[in-house]
């Protein structure tokens, strides 16, 4: 006897068998397998569904089209989890990158100075702000951190962009993507820049609730997100396009005569605007006025090879991420020989064929799905989306092999050294390599994570960064500071031991050294 059930709730309607269990067992067969597989999976679903509801009912009258909106595009999500296995890309189905499909930066020309402020005008930056500074020990938005002469991410980017407005006599405005984790503070934050020549417009990406591993429900009994916010989480950056769209602000610019964005990590000190990038996609050739989505990739180094790589697949370039690769391929994926670039995630897309795929219904994300483990041991899963695997819903895609100087994010504080350093110059609040430096790579950098991996402890072991002009590779570990005017040279690795101690004096130079062991110098 089988049994219809409809469950549903804004919109969307999910058809159940219930399959009556029978008086006998035998030995399942894989019809039977396959069928209790189905059967588990939409009952999940209604389950889901259920809990969507009851947390709906909590949200506040003001907030439940935006939360209604959400945990449709949430219980989608959810729905495309269960129903797929293994990966998504069929590794034997991988095709050589076509000769066009990635076009060297060098080959670019520069706008002429006339043509500079038309297209600029046709531009809107993006930057997304969704992120915390926890994994560096920081409150707050990651963006508030200070990465350079006391100046924040945010500072800088807004340096950036209104450097660009004032020489050019233009009008590029800044989008911030935050989360529900950054949006307050930022508010805050960019009150400070009103009397700048930029234009700041914010909007948040969608919050989806937590699912615990073991029942597969929401782990939140309320809509109350501050009052639980372990219980919620932003869904990733590929959430851009439903998010942006749900803002107003797509149509807004488009409206406005606006043709691309350029969307970046905010973290990424290197994403700074290319007129060279810009005056390829507003060109006059056919062929380059019909590219819709434009991904910045760099030469892989064997400090990348996690890092997503573009393929061809089915005729088309996509993005393909080290979640959707099949265990047997892993060190394949990593080989720098068969797939020579990465992603930088500095992404160029048009505005207008964002707005007709989403009407289109045909953005089908890859999942990623990141298990957690909260502070009461709670096994948790997020499913997100990353914002360059769109790539295959646009067409005229495009890569760019960008200068290794358009990559500059600040992960961790091995990160934040080399920005802090001599190593750069700021002007404008974009950063560029010393003419000083000999080699054009920056140097390998690993700090032990114990006293070096949240800010307030990095910057205490340092009474000012050290001279790296010449250096190749630092790696520090256990308890170490360093005096004022150290320079590090070559190949530089000090260890402290557990329970030693060594001080770098000032003004100490060491090149092609190691030390180790207990090491304490008074200045005199």
């Known amino acids: 006897m089988v049994e219809e059930t409809n469950v549903g709730y ?43 509801a009851s947390l709906l009912a909590t949200t506040p009258d003001d907030k439940k089209d935006l939360a ?25 189905k991988i095709e050589k990158l076509p000769a066009d499909a990635i076009r060297d930066y060098e080959t670019l020309s520069t706008p002429s100075p006339n043509d500079i402020h038309s297209k600029l005008e046709k531009l809107v930056v993006v930057k997304l702000n969704g992120g915390l500074g926890t994994s560096m020990g920081c409150r707050g938005p990651k963006s508030v951190i200070q990465v350079r002469n006391d100046l924040t991410f945010l500072d800088l980017t807004v340096q950036q962009i209104e450097h660009l407005n004032k020489k050019y006599n233009v009008n590029v405005p800044l989008v911030l993507m935050n989360s529900f984790n950054t949006d307050k503070d930022t508010e805050q934050i960019i009150r400070k820049y009103k009397g700048l020549q930029v234009e700041i417009y914010t909007f948040n990406q969608s919050c989806f609730p937590r699912v615990s591993k073991e029942s597969l429900l929401p782990i939140a009994r309320d809509c109350d997100i501050e009052g639980n916010i372990e219980a919620w989480y932003p869904p990733g950056h590929g959430d851009f396009y439903d998010s942006f769209k749900n803002s107003g602000l797509l149509k807004k610019f488009i409206d406005s005569g606006r043709d691309y964005c350029f969307i970046s990590n905010i973290d990424n000190l290197g994403a700074t605007v290319d007129l060279n990038i810009l005056n390829m ?22 400090a990348d090879v996690k890092g997503g790589t573009l393929i061809q697949y089915e005729n088309k370039l996509r993005l393909l991420e080290i979640a959707q690769v099949p265990k047997e391929n892993l060190e394949e994926f990593k080989s720098v020989k068969k797939f020579k670039f990465f992603n930088t995630n500095n992404l160029w897309i048009k505005l207008n064929a964002i707005e007709k795929v989403l009407n289109e219904g045909s953005m089908n994300l890859e999942i990623i799905v990141n298990n957690k483990t909260l502070d009461n041991n709670l096994n948790i899963i997020q499913l997100e989306t990353a914002v360059g695997a769109a790539m295959k819903s646009f067409n005229g895609g495009l890569g760019i092999n960008v200068p290794r100087s358009r990559f500059l994010p600040v992960k961790k504080t091995s990160d934040l050294l080399l920005v802090m350093s001599n190593l750069y110059h700021m002007k404008n609040g974009s950063l560029s390599m010393s003419p000083l430096r000999m080699f054009p790579t920056t140097p390998l ?18 009474a000012t960064i050290p001279d790296i002009l010449e250096l190749d590779h630092l790696t520090v570990s256990g308890d170490v500071t360093f005096g004022r005017n150290v320079s ?37």
């Open 445 to 462: 950098v690993k700090l032990g994570d114990k006293d070096f991996a949240k800010v307030k402890d990095f910057l205490s072991r340092f």
């Open 281 to 302: 996609l507003l060109g006059h050739k056919s062929e380059e006025t019909n590219l819709e989505f434009v991904m910045e990739v760099t030469n892989k180094t064997k």
């Open 68 to 92: 209604k909106s959400q945990f449709t595009a949430f219980s989608r999500l959810f729905q495309r989890f269960l129903e797929e296995s293994g990966p998504s890309v069929d590794w034997d």
């Open 10 to 52: 804004s919109g969307i309607n999910i058809s159940t068998n219930v399959v009556k269990p029978k008086g006998h067992s035998r030995v399942p067969s894989s019809t039977d397998l396959k069928e209790f597989k189905e059967v588990t999976q939409r009952d999940s679903l209604v389950q889901l569904e259920k809990e969507m």
């Open 488 to 524: 590090l040279k070559g190949t530089v690795i000090i260890i402290a031991n557990h329970g030693d101690r060594i001080d770098i004096p000032s003004n100490a130079t060491l090149e092609n050294k190691i030390v180790s062991g207990n090491l304490r110098i008074l200045d005199h």
